[in-house]
């Protein structure tokens, strides 16, 4: 590492957790995250409005345990890189409206990034530089989304995304349906390891006929969701026992299933021989271990940084922070405005 590499501080705050990092060139210094998940937990869902008072309270503490991490001080940072979208628009604003006074103050460069693109970065701090291409699959609660990453400073395609519910969302609703606990996608996941997959054989959506040839890189979980509850309905309606673990197993498969099928496609299509894996749903076992089966197979290596960071952190705006400033890209301005749904070809807001 050149000493001479720029300092970046990275802010990320767009669902519920307040993330802060410190990153030179492609090492991590610090990276410090308060979650306000326990507040939501009660309520069966991220409430946005508690979110946003709970950015506030914690930017600054988290700001300051960073730099106290990383051994440096405000006066060391070269640039201020912040999730601008997608996201909730409450606590895209507070983290936003910290790193604009941040750059203003300190008189550096301001990059307003991309999350969904952050969750692809953040690898290069793992598993070192990025090949020349690669594909992207960035899975959570909140996002499904198939990227083709040229150069994940400049050149991002967005391939195909969900058309309904997130894969780690589908997973939360299985498990309420299955009367656990809130999230349930870990849940689901240890349940389904006691299970058998093939027992029940669940819809795979978009993955036929005209369907799959005008989505090719779609994903819906919904069909699938309401699948399950249906197949629920029917057992209490006919007072049948069920295994919840085949249920929870044969839905498992079919999520990992399309993920992997779906996302194999598109490196043969693409002649892409690397595919990153992030989001806090890449902890899905039958996930990890169906990718890590199909692609070895063809010949695909699979790229997954440690679960730490593929869970929202500010390690990953501050990677594709770093990515910006190497690769010459110019600065957002000051006044730059969040994006709930800021488009995926855009990995930042432009000048
Ligand atoms: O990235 P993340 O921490 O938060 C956002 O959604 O942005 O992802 C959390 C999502 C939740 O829906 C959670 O239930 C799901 O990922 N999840 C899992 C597993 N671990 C987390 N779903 C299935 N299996 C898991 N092991
Ligand atoms: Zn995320």
Same mark, same amino acid.
């Given at each position: 590492m050149a000493v001479s590499e720029p300092l970046v501080l990275g802010i990320e705050s767009t669902c519920d957790e307040t993330g802060v990092a410190l990153v030179r060139g492609r090492e991590l210094l610090a990276d410090v995250t308060a979650s306000s998940m326990d507040e939501h937990?009660?309520?069966?869902?991220?409430?946005?409005?508690?979110?946003?008072?709970?950015?506030?309270?914690?930017?600054?503490?988290?700001?300051?345990a960073a730099l106290d991490a990383a051994g440096v001080t405000l006066a060391d940072v070269d640039a201020v890189a912040v999730a601008s979208g997608p996201g909730l628009v409450g606590s895209l604003t507070v983290g936003t409206a910290g790193a604009k006074a941040l750059a203003l103050g300190l008189g550096v460069p301001l990059y307003g990034v991309n999350h969904v693109?952050?969750?692809?970065?953040v690898d290069e701090l793992v598993h070192g530089p990025?090949?020349?291409r690669?594909?992207?699959?960035?899975?959570?609660?909140?996002?499904?989304? !198939?990227? /083709?990453?040229?150069?994940?400073?400049?050149? &991002?395609?967005? +391939?195909?995304?969900?058309? $309904?519910? =997130? @894969?780690?969302?589908?997973?939360?609703?299985?498990?309420?349906? !299955?009367? /656990?606990?809130?999230?349930?996608?870990?849940? &689901?996941?240890? +349940?389904?390891?006691?299970? $058998?997959? =093939? @027992?029940?054989?669940?819809?795979?959506?978009?993955?036929?006929?005209?369907? /799959?040839?005008?989505?090719?890189?779609d994903f819906s979980f919904s069909g699938l969701k309401t699948a399950v509850a249906r197949y629920l309905e029917g057992r209490a309606d006919a007072g049948e026992e069920y295994s919840p673990a085949d249920v929870a197993a044969s839905f498992s498969e079919a999520v990992a299933d399309v993920l992997v099928t779906k996302t194999l496609r598109a490196c043969a299509e693409h002649d892409v021989r690397t595919l990153v894996i992030g989001g806090g749903f890449s902890a899905n076992s039958r996930l990890r271990e169906l990718a890590a089966e199909r692609c070895a197979a063809a010949g695909v290596e699979v790229r997954i940084p440690?679960?730490?960071?593929?869970?929202?952190?500010?390690?990953?705006?501050?990677?594709?922070?770093?990515?910006?400033v190497r690769a010459g890209v110019a600065p957002s301005p000051l006044d730059l405005a969040v994006d709930s749904s800021m488009a995926l070809s855009l990995v930042s807001v432009p000048a």
């Amino acid at each position: 590492m050149a000493v001479s590499e720029p300092l970046v501080l990275g802010i990320e705050s767009t669902c519920d957790e307040t993330g802060v990092a410190l990153v030179r060139g492609r090492e991590l210094l610090a990276d410090v995250t308060a979650s306000s998940m326990d507040e939501h937990a009660r309520f069966g869902g991220i409430v946005p409005e508690v979110a946003s008072r709970a950015h506030l309270e914690a930017l600054r503490p988290t700001i300051t345990a960073a730099l106290d991490a990383a051994g440096v001080t405000l006066a060391d940072v070269d640039a201020v890189a912040v999730a601008s979208g997608p996201g909730l628009v409450g606590s895209l604003t507070v983290g936003t409206a910290g790193a604009k006074a941040l750059a203003l103050g300190l008189g550096v460069p301001l990059y307003g990034v991309n999350h969904v693109i952050g969750h692809a970065a953040v690898d290069e701090l793992v598993h070192g530089p990025f090949p020349e291409r690669f594909l992207a699959l960035v899975v959570s609660g909140g996002h499904s989304s !198939l990227l /083709l990453v040229n150069d994940v400073a400049t050149d &991002v395609v967005e +391939l195909g995304q969900t058309l $309904d519910d =997130a @894969a780690g969302e589908a997973f939360d609703k299985v498990g309420r349906l !299955l009367g /656990l606990p809130y999230p349930g996608g870990p849940h &689901v996941d240890r +349940l389904a390891r006691q299970g $058998d997959p =093939a @027992a029940i054989a669940f819809p795979r959506g978009l993955s036929k006929g005209r369907e /799959l040839a005008r989505h090719p890189y779609d994903f819906s979980f919904s069909g699938l969701k309401t699948a399950v509850a249906r197949y629920l309905e029917g057992r209490a309606d006919a007072g049948e026992e069920y295994s919840p673990a085949d249920v929870a197993a044969s839905f498992s498969e079919a999520v990992a299933d399309v993920l992997v099928t779906k996302t194999l496609r598109a490196c043969a299509e693409h002649d892409v021989r690397t595919l990153v894996i992030g989001g806090g749903f890449s902890a899905n076992s039958r996930l990890r271990e169906l990718a890590a089966e199909r692609c070895a197979a063809a010949g695909v290596e699979v790229r997954i940084p440690p679960i730490r960071y593929c869970t929202d952190n500010g390690a990953m705006i501050a990677a594709l922070g770093s990515a910006l400033v190497r690769a010459g890209v110019a600065p957002s301005p000051l006044d730059l405005a969040v994006d709930s749904s800021m488009a995926l070809s855009l990995v930042s807001v432009p000048a």
